[in-house]
């Protein structure tokens, strides 16, 4: 299994609702990544997480509260979001956190996303 | 991590080969340089990377120059799946570079 598996693939939310983005990889990958993508923009890194613990954080508001469950599995819970919000998050993976690794080989394996729309 | 510098747009015809430059001449000895492309609605893909010499895999080349300020990402034949957005993206290989950071990069259209 090569995939980084992102659900849901589309999500349509309220301001006042609490909804969650899930991630999964299967690749033995000790490092997950949550990026931000608004349209026809580059992804923004918003949280990373090394060997199940968050590493990074980007500043991100605390309407996002990101939790590793174990090493195979991310979520992104979201609650009072604004509209603002609505945008492409992306999963993404690494063999091992990225500071580690001396070779340059260590890439990012990212999901297809999950399209949030908050109304 | 090093800032890289790529035109907004390009075009290629299909069957030609794409080149797609990328400057970065702040890059120091120990950075990499990494080819990422986004694929309309999915998530980015990894490419190529290299750190001195000239790379080549099933998907694409990466020629590096001399002074490693600049690159250029090479699809030898293009197709119209090629039709993306190419990252280049400069990143430490040594501790102290945890982040992998998204520039503008350039959006790749193959025309038939």
């Known amino acids: 299994d090569t995939e980084v598996t992102q659900t849901p693939k589309h999500l349509v939310m309220g301001m006042t609702n609490k909804k969650s983005l899930k991630c999964e990889q299967h690749m033995g990958h000790r490092a997950m990544y949550w990026y931000k993508q608004k349209a026809k923009k580059p992804p923004e890194l918003m949280f990373v997480?090394?060997?199940?613990?968050?590493?990074i954080n980007e500043s991100v508001p605390s309407r996002f509260s990101p939790e590793c469950p174990n090493s195979s599995l991310l979520n992104l819970h979201l609650h009072a979001l604004q509209p603002e919000d609505s945008a492409l998050y992306l999963c993404?993976?690494?063999?091992?956190?990225?500071?580690?690794?001396?070779?340059?080989?260590?890439?990012?394996?990212f999901g297809a996303g999950s399209r949030l729309t908050v109304l | 991590d090093a800032k890289t510098t790529q035109p907004p747009s390009m075009d290629c015809a299909e069957g030609r080969a794409a080149n797609l430059p990328c400057n970065h001449s702040t890059i120091s000895g120990n950075e990499y340089v990494y080819w990422y492309r986004q694929i309309h609605s999915q998530g980015p893909q990894y490419i190529i990377h290299?750190?001195?010499n000239n790379e080549t895999n099933e998907m694409a080349s990466l020629i590096i120059t001399e002074d490693r300020k600049s690159s250029t990402l090479i699809l030898p034949h293009a197709t119209l799946r090629d039709t993306a957005v190419y990252y280049c993206?400069?990143?430490?290989?040594?501790?102290?570079?945890?982040?992998?950071?998204f520039g503008q990069g350039t959006r790749l259209t193959i025309n038939p």
């Open positions: 290299g750190l001195k």
């Open positions: 997480y090394s060997y199940e613990k968050l590493s």
């Open positions: 993404a993976s690494s063999q091992t956190p990225l500071i580690q690794t001396s070779s340059g080989a260590n890439v990012l394996t």
């Open positions: 993206i400069v990143r430490a290989g040594l501790v102290g570079a945890q982040k992998l950071v």
